[in-house]
């Protein structure tokens, strides 16, 4: 079993920052994979950014540039830097992990808006 709680969603004007934090806890060996994805309304959910298993950050062509990942394995956590916001970038934001199968946080709300 593997529990993801994220953190850090919220309202911010366009060309704002928001930082997002992702921990996970509970019984596995290892994260294979951790990353974000997002699910804007009436969309489905896709991929903003992920570690793949070699531990090499990949991102979604709509936020590179503007979003950075980074992960601390020594508290099971990772992070998604969000710089230079746009309304295009509001959405659920999931904390994704996999561990022998798919693990998803419950979401965080992002709402860029002036």
């Known amino acids: 079993q593997v529990q993801l709680v994220e953190s850090g969603g919220g309202?911010?004007?366009p060309g704002g920052s928001l930082r997002l934090s992702c921990a996970?806890?509970?019984?596995?060996?290892s994260l294979d994979v951790m990353g974000w994805y997002r699910?804007?309304?009436g969309k489905q959910r896709e991929v903003v950014a992920v570690?793949?298993?070699?531990?090499?950050?990949?991102?979604?062509?709509?936020?590179e540039g503007r979003f950075t990942?980074?992960?601390?394995?020594?508290k099971h956590s990772v992070y998604l830097q969000m710089d230079s916001l746009e309304a295009e970038d509001t959405g659920v934001y999931y904390?994704?992990?996999?561990s022998g199968r798919d693990w998803w946080g419950q979401g965080t709300q992002v709402t860029v808006s002036s």
């Open 95 to 98: 904390c994704y992990a996999w």
């Open 39 to 41: 699910q804007a309304p």
């Open 51 to 63: 570690f793949n298993r070699a531990e090499i950050p990949n991102y979604s062509h709509r936020v």
């Open 24 to 29: 996970a806890s509970g019984s596995f060996s």
């Open 11 to 13: 309202l911010v004007q």
């Open 69 to 74: 990942i980074s992960r601390d394995n020594a």
